[in-house]
Protein backbone atom coordinates (compact mmCIF):
# COMPACT_ATOMS: atom_id res chain seq x y z
CA UNK A 1 0.00 0.00 0.00
CA UNK A 2 1.07 3.28 -0.94
CA UNK A 3 1.38 5.78 1.89
CA UNK A 4 -0.72 8.58 1.89
CA UNK A 5 0.80 11.68 3.52
CA UNK A 6 4.15 11.18 3.48
CA UNK A 7 6.90 13.73 5.92
CA UNK A 8 10.71 13.75 5.53
CA UNK A 9 13.04 15.75 7.72
CA UNK A 10 10.15 18.91 8.59
CA UNK A 11 11.89 21.58 9.93
CA UNK A 12 9.87 24.89 11.16
CA UNK A 13 11.29 26.85 13.90
CA UNK A 14 10.33 29.51 15.00
CA UNK A 15 13.63 29.95 17.73
CA UNK A 16 15.55 27.51 18.79
CA UNK A 17 14.26 24.46 20.20
CA UNK A 18 10.04 26.69 19.20
CA UNK A 19 8.05 25.02 16.87
CA UNK A 20 9.62 21.26 14.66
CA UNK A 21 12.22 19.92 13.83
CA UNK A 22 13.70 16.90 11.58
CA UNK A 23 10.05 15.21 11.83
CA UNK A 24 9.71 12.38 9.38
CA UNK A 25 7.02 9.63 9.21
CA UNK A 26 4.69 7.73 6.97
CA UNK A 27 0.46 7.76 7.01
CA UNK A 28 -1.63 5.15 5.53
CA UNK A 29 -4.65 5.65 4.30
CA UNK A 30 -7.50 5.10 6.97
CA UNK A 31 -4.56 5.41 9.80
CA UNK A 32 -5.00 7.42 12.85
CA UNK A 33 -1.49 9.71 14.02
CA UNK A 34 -1.47 10.76 17.05
CA UNK A 35 0.74 13.62 18.38
CA UNK A 36 0.70 14.33 21.99
CA UNK A 37 3.23 16.18 23.87
CA UNK A 38 3.29 19.35 26.38
CA UNK A 39 2.15 22.50 25.49
CA UNK A 40 4.79 24.52 23.15
CA UNK A 41 6.35 21.17 21.62
CA UNK A 42 5.70 22.03 18.45
CA UNK A 43 2.52 19.87 18.09
CA UNK A 44 0.53 22.66 16.26
CA UNK A 45 3.12 24.12 14.15
CA UNK A 46 3.41 20.41 12.97
CA UNK A 47 0.32 20.12 11.92
CA UNK A 48 0.41 23.69 10.07
CA UNK A 49 3.13 22.47 8.16
CA UNK A 50 1.79 19.06 7.42
CA UNK A 51 -1.78 20.88 6.11
CA UNK A 52 0.18 22.98 3.96
CA UNK A 53 -0.45 26.20 5.97
CA UNK A 54 2.99 27.39 6.65
CA UNK A 55 5.96 26.38 4.91
CA UNK A 56 8.79 24.52 6.26
CA UNK A 57 12.04 25.97 6.77
CA UNK A 58 13.92 22.50 5.54
CA UNK A 59 12.06 18.87 4.61
CA UNK A 60 9.04 17.91 2.35
CA UNK A 61 5.50 16.70 2.60
CA UNK A 62 4.23 14.86 -0.31
CA UNK A 63 0.45 13.93 -0.52
CA UNK A 64 -0.73 10.69 -2.73
CA UNK A 65 -3.96 12.14 -4.16
CA UNK A 66 -6.87 10.37 -4.46
CA UNK A 67 -5.71 9.61 -9.01
CA UNK A 68 -2.70 7.96 -7.35
CA UNK A 69 -0.79 10.96 -8.06
CA UNK A 70 1.86 12.00 -5.60
CA UNK A 71 2.39 15.42 -5.21
CA UNK A 72 5.71 17.61 -3.26
CA UNK A 73 2.94 19.84 -0.57
CA UNK A 74 5.15 22.73 -0.46
CA UNK A 75 6.16 22.52 -4.53
CA UNK A 76 2.85 22.79 -5.41
CA UNK A 77 0.50 26.10 -6.15
CA UNK A 78 -1.05 27.82 -3.34
CA UNK A 79 -4.18 27.38 -5.49
CA UNK A 80 -3.53 23.76 -5.35
CA UNK A 81 -3.38 23.51 -1.67
CA UNK A 82 -6.38 25.75 -1.14
CA UNK A 83 -8.44 23.14 -3.53
CA UNK A 84 -6.70 20.11 -1.37
CA UNK A 85 -7.75 21.64 2.06
CA UNK A 86 -11.31 21.77 1.05
CA UNK A 87 -11.74 18.66 -1.08
CA UNK A 88 -9.72 15.76 -0.20
CA UNK A 89 -8.48 17.33 3.23
CA UNK A 90 -10.74 18.26 6.17
CA UNK A 91 -9.10 20.38 9.06
CA UNK A 92 -11.05 21.15 12.14
CA UNK A 93 -9.90 23.76 14.66
CA UNK A 94 -9.58 23.98 18.00
CA UNK A 95 -11.49 26.82 18.36
CA UNK A 96 -15.01 25.99 16.31
CA UNK A 97 -15.04 29.81 15.78
CA UNK A 98 -11.81 29.60 13.62
CA UNK A 99 -13.45 26.60 11.67
CA UNK A 100 -16.83 28.13 10.92
CA UNK A 101 -18.64 30.82 9.58
CA UNK A 102 -20.44 32.29 12.66
CA UNK A 103 -22.47 34.60 10.49
CA UNK A 104 -24.10 32.13 8.83
CA UNK A 105 -26.65 29.01 9.33
CA UNK A 106 -25.54 25.78 10.12
CA UNK A 107 -26.68 24.50 6.28
CA UNK A 108 -24.74 27.30 4.60
CA UNK A 109 -22.04 26.07 7.10
CA UNK A 110 -21.79 22.71 5.68
CA UNK A 111 -22.97 23.29 2.55
CA UNK A 112 -19.87 25.90 1.62
CA UNK A 113 -17.68 22.58 0.81
CA UNK A 114 -19.99 21.82 -1.92
CA UNK A 115 -20.63 24.99 -3.74
CA UNK A 116 -16.89 25.78 -3.25
CA UNK A 117 -16.57 22.28 -5.51
CA UNK A 118 -19.47 23.68 -8.10
CA UNK A 119 -22.83 22.08 -6.67
CA UNK A 120 -25.35 24.72 -7.71
CA UNK A 121 -28.27 22.87 -6.49
CA UNK A 122 -30.11 24.08 -3.55
CA UNK A 123 -32.23 20.60 -3.18
CA UNK A 124 -29.15 19.16 -3.32
CA UNK A 125 -27.02 21.23 -0.63
CA UNK A 126 -30.04 21.24 1.64
CA UNK A 127 -30.36 17.27 1.89
CA UNK A 128 -26.91 17.27 2.34
CA UNK A 129 -26.99 19.60 5.39
CA UNK A 130 -29.66 17.75 6.82
CA UNK A 131 -28.07 14.14 6.72
CA UNK A 132 -24.62 15.80 7.83
CA UNK A 133 -26.03 17.22 10.86
CA UNK A 134 -28.15 13.68 12.03
CA UNK A 135 -24.58 11.97 11.19
CA UNK A 136 -23.10 14.52 13.86
CA UNK A 137 -25.86 14.15 16.40
CA UNK A 138 -27.71 17.53 16.02
CA UNK A 139 -31.31 18.11 15.62
CA UNK A 140 -31.97 18.13 11.70
CA UNK A 141 -34.97 21.34 12.38
CA UNK A 142 -31.78 23.51 13.42
CA UNK A 143 -30.20 23.55 10.33
CA UNK A 144 -31.23 27.39 9.66
CA UNK A 145 -29.77 28.46 12.86
CA UNK A 146 -26.82 30.41 12.93
CA UNK A 147 -23.58 28.41 15.14
CA UNK A 148 -23.86 30.98 17.60
CA UNK A 149 -26.52 29.87 19.00
CA UNK A 150 -24.83 26.42 18.93
CA UNK A 151 -23.41 24.96 22.48
CA UNK A 152 -19.56 24.24 22.56
CA UNK A 153 -19.91 20.54 21.79
CA UNK A 154 -22.35 21.17 18.93
CA UNK A 155 -20.30 24.47 17.26
CA UNK A 156 -17.35 21.10 17.42
CA UNK A 157 -19.96 18.84 15.71
CA UNK A 158 -20.95 21.04 13.54
CA UNK A 159 -17.31 21.59 12.31
CA UNK A 160 -16.42 18.15 11.97
CA UNK A 161 -19.85 17.53 9.79
CA UNK A 162 -18.76 20.73 7.76
CA UNK A 163 -15.25 19.02 7.03
CA UNK A 164 -16.40 15.88 5.80
CA UNK A 165 -19.07 16.83 3.54
CA UNK A 166 -16.50 16.83 1.05
CA UNK A 167 -15.68 12.95 1.71
CA UNK A 168 -12.11 13.89 2.89
CA UNK A 169 -9.55 11.37 2.72
CA UNK A 170 -7.04 12.83 5.48
CA UNK A 171 -8.50 15.08 8.18
CA UNK A 172 -6.41 17.15 10.51
CA UNK A 173 -6.99 17.73 13.94
CA UNK A 174 -5.77 20.25 16.52
CA UNK A 175 -7.41 19.11 20.29
CA UNK A 176 -10.99 19.06 18.66
CA UNK A 177 -11.94 18.43 22.47
CA UNK A 178 -10.38 21.24 24.04
CA UNK A 179 -12.18 23.40 25.73
CA UNK A 180 -15.07 20.42 26.33
CA UNK A 181 -16.74 19.64 29.63
CA UNK A 182 -15.98 15.54 30.05
CA UNK A 183 -18.86 14.34 29.17
CA UNK A 184 -19.31 16.14 26.10
CA UNK A 185 -15.79 15.12 25.34
CA UNK A 186 -16.71 11.28 25.71
CA UNK A 187 -19.02 11.79 23.39
CA UNK A 188 -17.28 13.89 20.86
CA UNK A 189 -14.70 11.41 20.75
CA UNK A 190 -16.84 8.36 20.59
CA UNK A 191 -18.84 10.13 17.32
CA UNK A 192 -15.50 10.53 15.62
CA UNK A 193 -14.02 7.56 16.60
CA UNK A 194 -17.26 5.99 14.64
CA UNK A 195 -17.14 8.36 11.64
CA UNK A 196 -13.38 7.29 10.99
CA UNK A 197 -13.77 4.22 11.18
CA UNK A 198 -16.90 4.21 8.81
CA UNK A 199 -15.80 6.74 6.08
CA UNK A 200 -11.83 4.92 6.17
CA UNK A 201 -10.25 8.47 7.24
CA UNK A 202 -6.95 8.78 7.75
CA UNK A 203 -6.70 10.94 10.92
CA UNK A 204 -3.58 13.33 12.03
CA UNK A 205 -4.93 14.63 15.53
CA UNK A 206 -2.99 16.92 18.12
CA UNK A 207 -3.68 16.77 21.55
CA UNK A 208 -2.04 16.74 25.02
CA UNK A 209 -4.70 14.47 26.40
CA UNK A 210 -3.15 10.88 26.43
CA UNK A 211 -6.94 9.67 27.01
CA UNK A 212 -8.19 10.86 23.49
CA UNK A 213 -5.15 9.71 21.82
CA UNK A 214 -5.55 6.59 23.75
CA UNK A 215 -9.18 5.76 22.12
CA UNK A 216 -8.82 7.23 18.56
CA UNK A 217 -4.85 6.81 17.27
CA UNK A 218 -3.27 4.29 16.17
CA UNK A 219 -0.28 5.41 16.27
CA UNK A 220 1.86 7.93 18.35
CA UNK A 221 4.83 10.48 18.20
CA UNK A 222 5.74 11.97 21.49
CA UNK A 223 7.42 15.65 20.95
CA UNK A 224 9.04 17.80 23.78
CA UNK A 225 11.05 20.75 22.47
CA UNK A 226 10.58 20.67 19.04
CA UNK A 227 11.84 17.04 18.09
CA UNK A 228 9.89 14.01 18.31
CA UNK A 229 11.27 11.69 21.27
CA UNK A 230 8.97 8.47 20.85
CA UNK A 231 7.09 7.24 18.11
CA UNK A 232 4.93 3.78 18.20
CA UNK A 233 2.14 2.32 18.74
CA UNK A 234 -0.18 3.90 20.83
CA UNK A 235 -0.71 0.81 23.22
CA UNK A 236 2.94 -0.07 23.30
CA UNK A 237 4.10 3.48 24.14
CA UNK A 238 1.35 4.32 26.21
CA UNK A 239 1.78 0.80 28.29
CA UNK A 240 5.82 0.79 27.70
CA UNK A 241 7.15 4.41 27.12
CA UNK A 242 10.78 4.13 26.79
CA UNK A 243 11.72 7.50 26.29
CA UNK A 244 12.43 9.16 29.73
CA UNK A 245 9.28 12.25 28.74
CA UNK A 246 7.43 9.68 27.80
CA UNK A 247 7.39 7.96 30.61
CA UNK A 248 6.85 11.52 32.64
CA UNK A 249 3.96 12.01 30.44
CA UNK A 250 2.28 8.89 31.14
CA UNK A 251 2.90 8.32 34.88
CA UNK A 252 1.68 11.92 35.08
CA UNK A 253 -2.18 10.58 34.35
CA UNK A 254 -4.55 10.42 37.08
CA UNK A 255 -5.40 6.28 37.04
CA UNK A 256 -8.74 5.39 38.41
CA UNK B 1 2.13 67.40 -20.90
CA UNK B 2 3.98 70.62 -21.73
CA UNK B 3 0.39 72.18 -22.90
CA UNK B 4 -1.65 72.46 -19.44
CA UNK B 5 -5.60 72.43 -21.35
CA UNK B 6 -7.34 75.61 -20.18
CA UNK B 7 -10.48 74.47 -17.93
CA UNK B 8 -13.77 76.06 -19.04
CA UNK B 9 -14.52 79.42 -19.74
CA UNK B 10 -12.74 81.13 -16.84
CA UNK B 11 -13.20 78.43 -13.95
CA UNK B 12 -9.24 78.44 -12.92
CA UNK B 13 -10.01 74.86 -12.56
CA UNK B 14 -7.91 72.47 -15.52
CA UNK B 15 -10.70 70.39 -17.93
CA UNK B 16 -12.98 68.58 -15.90
CA UNK B 17 -11.60 69.67 -12.57
CA UNK B 18 -8.86 66.63 -12.28
CA UNK B 19 -4.91 67.53 -13.21
CA UNK B 20 -3.57 66.18 -16.76
CA UNK B 21 -1.63 63.62 -14.45
CA UNK B 22 -4.18 62.43 -12.29
CA UNK B 23 -6.46 61.51 -15.73
CA UNK B 24 -3.57 59.79 -16.60
CA UNK B 25 -3.52 57.65 -13.69
CA UNK B 26 -6.99 57.03 -13.77
CA UNK B 27 -6.68 56.09 -17.09
CA UNK B 28 -3.80 53.64 -16.57
CA UNK B 29 -6.43 52.24 -14.17
CA UNK B 30 -9.12 51.89 -16.63
CA UNK B 31 -7.13 50.42 -19.16
CA UNK B 32 -5.97 47.47 -17.07
CA UNK B 33 -9.35 47.41 -15.90
CA UNK B 34 -10.81 47.39 -19.58
CA UNK B 35 -7.98 44.61 -20.48
CA UNK B 36 -9.08 42.44 -17.08
CA UNK B 37 -12.92 42.35 -16.68
CA UNK B 38 -14.21 42.62 -13.89
CA UNK B 39 -10.92 42.75 -11.51
CA UNK B 40 -10.74 45.29 -9.35
CA UNK B 41 -7.36 47.96 -9.62
CA UNK B 42 -6.77 49.98 -7.15
CA UNK B 43 -6.20 53.58 -8.13
CA UNK B 44 -5.10 56.82 -6.50
CA UNK B 45 -8.37 58.54 -5.37
CA UNK B 46 -8.21 62.04 -4.98
CA UNK B 47 -10.17 64.32 -2.76
CA UNK B 48 -13.49 65.55 -4.70
CA UNK B 49 -15.38 68.69 -3.68
CA UNK B 50 -18.64 66.25 -2.54
CA UNK B 51 -18.51 63.80 0.25
CA UNK B 52 -17.70 59.98 -0.47
CA UNK B 53 -20.81 58.42 -0.92
CA UNK B 54 -22.08 61.38 -3.38
CA UNK B 55 -20.31 59.74 -6.52
CA UNK B 56 -16.91 60.82 -6.18
CA UNK B 57 -15.73 57.41 -7.96
CA UNK B 58 -18.01 57.54 -10.65
CA UNK B 59 -16.99 61.89 -11.15
CA UNK B 60 -12.95 61.01 -11.14
CA UNK B 61 -13.98 58.31 -13.61
CA UNK B 62 -15.74 60.93 -15.93
CA UNK B 63 -13.30 63.26 -15.57
CA UNK B 64 -10.69 60.90 -17.18
CA UNK B 65 -12.96 59.80 -19.70
CA UNK B 66 -14.17 63.38 -20.80
CA UNK B 67 -13.39 64.83 -24.63
CA UNK B 68 -14.55 68.41 -25.72
CA UNK B 69 -17.29 66.85 -27.64
CA UNK B 70 -18.48 64.71 -25.74
CA UNK B 71 -22.33 65.27 -24.06
CA UNK B 72 -22.77 64.03 -20.52
CA UNK B 73 -25.68 62.77 -18.95
CA UNK B 74 -25.85 62.30 -15.41
CA UNK B 75 -28.55 59.68 -13.45
CA UNK B 76 -29.35 59.00 -10.06
CA UNK B 77 -31.60 56.40 -9.43
CA UNK B 78 -32.55 56.66 -12.85
CA UNK B 79 -33.60 60.66 -12.81
CA UNK B 80 -32.11 63.68 -14.70
CA UNK B 81 -33.48 66.05 -11.74
CA UNK B 82 -32.33 64.92 -8.53
CA UNK B 83 -29.67 66.84 -6.36
CA UNK B 84 -26.84 64.71 -7.19
CA UNK B 85 -27.88 63.98 -11.11
CA UNK B 86 -27.93 67.87 -11.12
CA UNK B 87 -25.32 68.92 -9.27
CA UNK B 88 -22.49 67.05 -11.18
CA UNK B 89 -24.11 67.82 -14.31
CA UNK B 90 -23.46 71.45 -13.47
CA UNK B 91 -19.60 70.68 -11.92
CA UNK B 92 -18.86 69.31 -15.46
CA UNK B 93 -20.28 71.64 -17.57
CA UNK B 94 -18.92 74.71 -15.32
CA UNK B 95 -15.24 72.96 -14.80
CA UNK B 96 -15.43 71.21 -18.19
CA UNK B 97 -17.51 73.24 -20.40
CA UNK B 98 -19.12 70.22 -22.16
CA UNK B 99 -22.39 70.19 -23.61
CA UNK B 100 -25.05 68.27 -21.41
CA UNK B 101 -28.11 66.52 -22.02
CA UNK B 102 -30.99 64.69 -20.55
CA UNK B 103 -31.62 62.41 -23.34
CA UNK B 104 -29.77 58.84 -23.10
CA UNK B 105 -29.69 58.62 -27.26
CA UNK B 106 -27.80 61.66 -27.06
CA UNK B 107 -25.12 61.12 -24.69
CA UNK B 108 -21.84 59.99 -25.34
CA UNK B 109 -20.95 59.66 -21.52
CA UNK B 110 -23.54 58.81 -18.84
CA UNK B 111 -22.98 58.87 -15.34
CA UNK B 112 -25.29 57.06 -12.94
CA UNK B 113 -25.75 55.76 -9.81
CA UNK B 114 -27.76 52.77 -9.30
CA UNK B 115 -29.79 52.13 -12.69
CA UNK B 116 -28.85 51.40 -16.16
CA UNK B 117 -30.98 53.63 -18.86
CA UNK B 118 -33.85 51.73 -20.19
CA UNK B 119 -33.35 52.55 -23.28
CA UNK B 120 -30.63 50.25 -24.71
CA UNK B 121 -27.14 51.46 -25.39
CA UNK B 122 -24.84 51.70 -28.41
CA UNK B 123 -21.99 51.02 -29.23
CA UNK B 124 -19.61 54.22 -28.61
CA UNK B 125 -21.22 55.05 -25.35
CA UNK B 126 -19.88 54.74 -22.27
CA UNK B 127 -21.67 54.25 -18.94
CA UNK B 128 -19.90 55.19 -15.56
CA UNK B 129 -20.73 53.60 -12.60
CA UNK B 130 -20.79 55.02 -9.00
CA UNK B 131 -19.64 52.47 -6.75
CA UNK B 132 -19.85 52.45 -2.92
CA UNK B 133 -18.51 48.91 -2.15
CA UNK B 134 -16.22 47.38 -4.72
CA UNK B 135 -15.92 43.58 -3.05
CA UNK B 136 -18.60 41.71 -3.84
CA UNK B 137 -16.85 39.21 -1.24
CA UNK B 138 -16.89 41.43 1.88
CA UNK B 139 -20.05 40.76 3.28
CA UNK B 140 -18.94 36.96 4.02
CA UNK B 141 -15.05 37.64 4.05
CA UNK B 142 -14.38 40.98 5.98
CA UNK B 143 -10.46 40.46 5.49
CA UNK B 144 -9.81 42.25 2.04
CA UNK B 145 -5.92 40.64 1.59
CA UNK B 146 -8.33 37.34 2.27
CA UNK B 147 -10.60 38.08 -0.64
CA UNK B 148 -8.14 39.66 -3.21
CA UNK B 149 -6.51 35.88 -2.65
CA UNK B 150 -10.04 34.64 -3.16
CA UNK B 151 -10.17 36.73 -6.71
CA UNK B 152 -7.20 35.31 -7.66
CA UNK B 153 -7.15 31.39 -6.54
CA UNK B 154 -10.54 31.63 -8.62
CA UNK B 155 -12.05 30.31 -5.38
CA UNK B 156 -15.74 31.57 -5.05
CA UNK B 157 -17.34 29.22 -3.17
CA UNK B 158 -18.30 31.48 -0.44
CA UNK B 159 -20.29 33.41 -3.19
CA UNK B 160 -23.25 30.79 -3.59
CA UNK B 161 -23.46 30.93 0.59
CA UNK B 162 -25.27 34.15 0.11
CA UNK B 163 -27.55 33.13 -2.01
CA UNK B 164 -27.90 30.24 0.09
CA UNK B 165 -29.19 31.98 3.08
CA UNK B 166 -31.51 34.02 1.13
CA UNK B 167 -33.28 31.12 0.06
CA UNK B 168 -32.88 29.03 3.47
CA UNK B 169 -34.60 32.35 5.17
CA UNK B 170 -36.99 33.47 2.69
CA UNK B 171 -38.04 31.04 0.36
CA UNK B 172 -36.08 32.33 -2.51
CA UNK B 173 -33.04 34.56 -3.80
CA UNK B 174 -34.51 37.82 -1.71
CA UNK B 175 -30.81 39.93 -2.98
CA UNK B 176 -32.84 42.30 -4.96
CA UNK B 177 -29.63 44.68 -6.06
CA UNK B 178 -26.14 44.99 -6.44
CA UNK B 179 -26.97 41.55 -6.86
CA UNK B 180 -23.67 39.53 -7.89
CA UNK B 181 -22.71 38.22 -11.29
CA UNK B 182 -19.98 36.26 -12.70
CA UNK B 183 -17.88 38.34 -15.60
CA UNK B 184 -16.61 36.24 -18.60
CA UNK B 185 -16.74 33.10 -16.71
CA UNK B 186 -13.83 34.63 -14.24
CA UNK B 187 -14.17 37.03 -12.16
CA UNK B 188 -16.79 37.79 -9.16
CA UNK B 189 -18.29 40.80 -9.44
CA UNK B 190 -20.42 43.54 -7.46
CA UNK B 191 -22.55 45.42 -10.63
CA UNK B 192 -22.60 48.41 -7.88
CA UNK B 193 -26.21 48.85 -6.16
CA UNK B 194 -28.34 48.64 -9.47
CA UNK B 195 -31.32 46.67 -9.05
CA UNK B 196 -31.62 42.85 -10.09
CA UNK B 197 -33.58 43.70 -12.74
CA UNK B 198 -30.65 45.49 -14.93
CA UNK B 199 -28.18 43.08 -14.42
CA UNK B 200 -29.51 41.37 -17.68
CA UNK B 201 -28.37 44.70 -19.64
CA UNK B 202 -25.07 43.67 -18.84
CA UNK B 203 -24.39 40.91 -20.54
CA UNK B 204 -22.59 41.55 -23.99
CA UNK B 205 -23.39 45.07 -23.64
CA UNK B 206 -22.33 47.28 -26.75
CA UNK B 207 -21.52 50.14 -24.81
CA UNK B 208 -18.35 50.42 -22.77
CA UNK B 209 -19.29 50.06 -18.85
CA UNK B 210 -16.75 51.68 -16.40
CA UNK B 211 -17.19 51.48 -12.41
CA UNK B 212 -15.08 54.06 -9.97
CA UNK B 213 -15.56 53.62 -6.35
CA UNK B 214 -14.24 56.40 -4.65
CA UNK B 215 -13.90 55.91 -0.89
CA UNK B 216 -12.59 52.30 -1.55
CA UNK B 217 -10.30 53.42 -4.41
CA UNK B 218 -10.72 50.67 -7.06
CA UNK B 219 -11.64 50.70 -10.55
CA UNK B 220 -13.18 47.97 -12.67
CA UNK B 221 -14.40 47.22 -16.19
CA UNK B 222 -16.71 46.06 -18.40
CA UNK B 223 -15.68 46.23 -22.48
CA UNK B 224 -18.46 46.16 -24.73
CA UNK B 225 -19.91 42.79 -25.37
CA UNK B 226 -18.50 40.81 -22.36
CA UNK B 227 -20.82 37.91 -21.14
CA UNK B 228 -21.98 38.64 -17.53
CA UNK B 229 -23.99 35.86 -16.06
CA UNK B 230 -25.84 36.17 -12.83
CA UNK B 231 -25.11 33.58 -10.42
CA UNK B 232 -27.59 31.54 -9.26
CA UNK B 233 -28.63 27.62 -7.92
CA UNK B 234 -29.91 24.84 -11.37
CA UNK B 235 -33.22 25.10 -8.83
CA UNK B 236 -33.30 28.56 -7.72
CA UNK B 237 -32.56 30.12 -11.34
CA UNK B 238 -31.94 33.91 -11.34
CA UNK B 239 -35.68 35.84 -11.51
CA UNK B 240 -36.31 39.08 -12.78
CA UNK B 241 -39.33 41.39 -10.69
CA UNK B 242 -42.65 41.43 -12.28
CA UNK B 243 -45.01 44.34 -11.15
CA UNK B 244 -48.44 43.92 -11.46
CA UNK B 245 -48.98 47.60 -12.19
CA UNK B 246 -48.03 49.48 -15.60
CA UNK B 247 -46.49 53.21 -15.03
CA UNK B 248 -48.74 55.87 -14.22
CA UNK B 249 -47.57 58.20 -16.29
CA UNK B 250 -46.62 56.61 -19.82
CA UNK B 251 -48.00 53.22 -19.33
CA UNK B 252 -45.23 51.20 -19.60
CA UNK B 253 -44.74 47.43 -18.26
CA UNK B 254 -41.34 46.67 -19.67
CA UNK B 255 -39.54 49.66 -17.28
CA UNK B 256 -38.44 49.31 -13.73
CA UNK B 257 -41.23 51.27 -11.32
CA UNK B 258 -40.84 53.29 -8.57
CA UNK B 259 -43.30 52.99 -6.15
CA UNK B 260 -44.78 56.56 -4.90
CA UNK B 261 -46.98 57.76 -2.26
CA UNK B 262 -49.10 60.52 -3.05
CA UNK B 263 -50.74 61.67 -0.23
CA UNK B 264 -51.56 60.97 3.42
CA UNK B 265 -54.40 58.79 2.82
CA UNK B 266 -51.48 56.35 1.51
CA UNK B 267 -52.32 56.13 -2.45
CA UNK B 268 -49.57 54.80 -4.33
CA UNK B 269 -48.82 55.20 -7.91
CA UNK B 270 -45.99 53.47 -10.45
CA UNK B 271 -44.18 55.37 -12.26
CA UNK B 272 -40.58 54.68 -14.51
CA UNK B 273 -37.38 55.23 -12.58
CA UNK B 274 -36.04 56.05 -15.69
CA UNK B 275 -37.35 60.06 -16.50
CA UNK B 276 -36.35 59.95 -19.90
CA UNK B 277 -37.52 57.03 -20.97
CA UNK B 278 -40.58 57.83 -19.77
CA UNK B 279 -40.71 61.59 -20.98
CA UNK B 280 -39.79 60.18 -24.70
CA UNK B 281 -42.90 57.54 -24.32
CA UNK B 282 -45.43 60.73 -22.81
CA UNK B 283 -44.00 63.09 -25.99
CA UNK B 284 -44.47 60.37 -28.50
CA UNK B 285 -47.99 59.63 -26.99
CA UNK B 286 -49.09 63.09 -27.32
CA UNK B 287 -47.31 63.73 -30.35
CA UNK B 288 -49.61 60.52 -31.73
CA UNK B 289 -53.15 62.22 -30.43
Same mark, same amino acid.
Given at each position: ?????????????????????? /? =?????? @?? !?? $????? +?????? #? &??????????????? /? =?????? @?? !?? $????? +?????? #? &????????????????????????????????????????????????????????????????????????????????????????????????????????????????????????????????????????????????????????????????????????????? | ?????????????????????????????????????????????????????????????????????????????????????????????????????????????????????????????????????????????????????????????????????????????????????????????????????????????????????????????????????????????????????????????????????????????????????????????????
Amino acid at each position: MKALLTARGLTRLHGPGKGCQN /V =SFDLYP @GE !VL $GIVGE +SGSGKS #T &LLNVLSGRVMPDRGS /V =SYCDAQ @GR !VV $GLHDA +SEAFRR #T &LLRTEWGYVEQNPRDGLRMGVSAGANIGERLMAQGVRHYGRLRQAGLDWLAQVEIDPQRIDDLPRTFSGGMQQRLQIARNLVSRPRLLFMDEPTGGLDVSVQAHLLDLLRNLVRDLQLAVVIVTHDLAVARLLADRLMVMRHSRVVEAGLTDQILDDPQHAYSQLLVSSVLQP | MTAIESGAAGSGYNFAYLDEQTKRSLRRGLLKAVALPGYQVPFGGREMPLPYGWGTGGMQVTAATLGRDDVLKVIDQGADDTTNAVSIRRFFARTAGIRTTQRTTAASIIQTRHRIPEIPLRAGQILVFQVPIPEPLRFIEPSDSETRLMHALNDYGVMHVKLYEDIATYGHIATAYAYPVMVDGRYVMDPSPIPKFDNPKLNMSPALMLFGAGREKRLYALPPYTPVASLDFEDHPFELPVWEQACAQCGSRQSYLDELIVDDRGTRRFVCSDTDYCAGRRERQEARL
